[in-house]
């Protein structure tokens, strides 16, 4: 049977096809399908019934869902089918003979049992109809779509048949995906009737394996999208068809930050970075400044405890090194640049790829050797004042400063007696008297505008 005829039967026996009573026979124009559980599905098919697979031998058994042919009789002559029940015999239907003298019968849907073509002036064909059994199950039913993960599953396929092909079909995937996950070569066609061999729910004809009682085919969904994948195996000429699901969870990709998120240092010395790490074993960290310094480390927690201590050891001409405590390690993948006193962003992201978008920003500012002062929020460096007070200058002393604690408040007593040392050094005469002076002449002035 050539792969065209196995393509056009599968048309009739997967999902495509309506439904035809058990123990009838289907004639030209219709086609039928059985699902595991043996209720035939109503999917179109563009088929008519499809060639015939089998020769009808006296006395042979076949699969039920097969379609046999008998060419024993003339063209127009009326053949008729029964069921053998108990000693008796019924009949079921009449058998169309084509005008090359060929009598076609689909047994999908058919029950088992024992069945006769009769016809007038020819001998009585006998046969038996046995049911295919088909079970499939996916060990294990759960895989990752990472590359690095658990991707892989095998099919296992038990049946009470030898020798026998398959076709799967999912809702998930089209055949050309299901021909990579799966590793086969296979033949597509047209599930839904619309013309289209190429869209999910479409089938795939699997040309390079044939199956037998206890068989395997193993699967790889590294890359598949998160979800349940539903995949519905039909043998190719019999009603029979088994499914199974495998489960691609969502991959928590995990995360990774700092803690804390600024870090400060001076030139010459060693900082340690806290890197913290949630359900993922790397990290890339990228280290940069404005200036054009960048550095991309890659980060493992070889321990689980998700947390990696990073040492950043600076020197004051502008190298550095990185290393790790503890069992952690690192690699640097590259650095640019000169490492001087500034302020450099740190980004980190887990797995290995340092252009991927940072989950999580640190900053790390590097201070000159020698500067005294602290870090602002902002990471500016603010000198230290060498008070906790506020100067003053005191003018009355020809600008001699002095200081005051700033939670003292100058008394009457103090500022008289810097009144006092002003006028005993003999500088600017008292300012009590000059004081008078004028309040004398202001009173002066304002009697006279009365009066």
């Not at 024992?114 to 895989?143: I, K």
């Not at 089209?174 to 070569?185: F, K, S």
Request: aromatic content about 6%; overall charge negative.
């Amino acid at each position: 049977m050539t792969v065209a005829q196995r393509t056009s039967a599968l048309l009739l026996v997967t999902i495509l096809v309506a439904s035809v009573p058990a123990g009838t026979a289907a004639l030209a124009g219709a086609a039928g399908a059985a699902d595991p559980s043996g209720t035939a599905s109503t999917h179109p098919t563009d088929a008519a019934t499809p060639a015939p697979d089998a020769e009808i031998e006296n006395g042979s058994g076949y699969w039920v869902g097969r379609t046999l042919s008998s060419d024993d009789y003339d063209a127009g002559a009326s053949v008729e089918l029964y069921r053998q029940d108990g000693d008796s015999w019924l009949f079921l239907t009449a058998v169309p003979v084509n005008d090359s003298g060929v009598a076609i019968v689909d047994t999908t849907g058919f029950e088992v049992g024992t069945y006769e073509l009769r016809s007038d002036g020819a001998s009585n064909l006998r046969f038996d109809l046995r049911q295919q059994s088909l079970a499939v199950t996916a060990e294990p039913s759960t895989v990752s779509s990472e590359p690095d993960g658990p991707s892989e599953t095998t099919f296992r396929i038990e049946s009470n048949r030898d020798a026998y092909q398959l076709a799967v079909v999912s809702d998930e995937l089209t055949p050309a995906e299901m021909q990579t996950t799966l590793g086969v070569e296979g033949v597509s066609y047209d599930v839904d009737g619309d013309g289209d061999t190429g869209e999910r729910s479409d089938g795939l004809v699997l040309t390079n394996r044939t199956f037998d009682t206890s068989s395997t085919l193993d699967a790889n969904f590294s890359g598949r999208k998160p979800g349940i994948y539903e995949l519905s195996f039909v043998v190719t000429d019999a009603s029979v068809r088994a499914s199974t699901n495998v489960s691609v969870p969502i991959v928590d990709p995990g995360t990774a930050g700092f803690e804390p998120s600024l870090y400060t240092a001076t030139e010459g010395e060693s900082v340690i970075i806290d890197v913290r790490i949630s359900n993922a074993e790397t990290a890339a960290v990228t280290i940069s400044s404005d200036a054009g310094y960048e550095a991309n480390l890659t980060l493992r927690d070889s321990d689980g405890d998700g947390e990696v201590l990073v040492s950043i050891d600076s020197t004051t001409n502008g190298t550095v090194s990185y290393t790790t405590r503890g069992p952690d390690s690192l690699t640097v993948d590259g650095a640019e640049g000169t490492f001087d006193p500034a302020e450099y962003r740190l980004d980190v992201r887990v797995g290995q790829d340092p252009t991927a978008p940072p989950q999580n920003v640190g900053r790390l500012v590097v201070e000159q050797t020698g500067t005294t002062g602290t870090t602002a929020t902002d990471g500016t460096a603010t000198a230290n004042p060498t008070t906790h007070g506020t100067t003053r200058t005191n003018t009355a002393t020809g600008g001699i400063p002095s200081t005051t604690p700033s939670d003292a408040t100058p008394s009457a007593e103090s500022a008289t007696t810097e009144l006092s040392q002003t006028t005993s050094d003999g500088g600017t005469p008292g300012f009590g008297v000059a004081v008078a002076a004028v309040g004398i002449v202001t009173i002066a002035l304002l009697g006279r505008r009365v009066y």
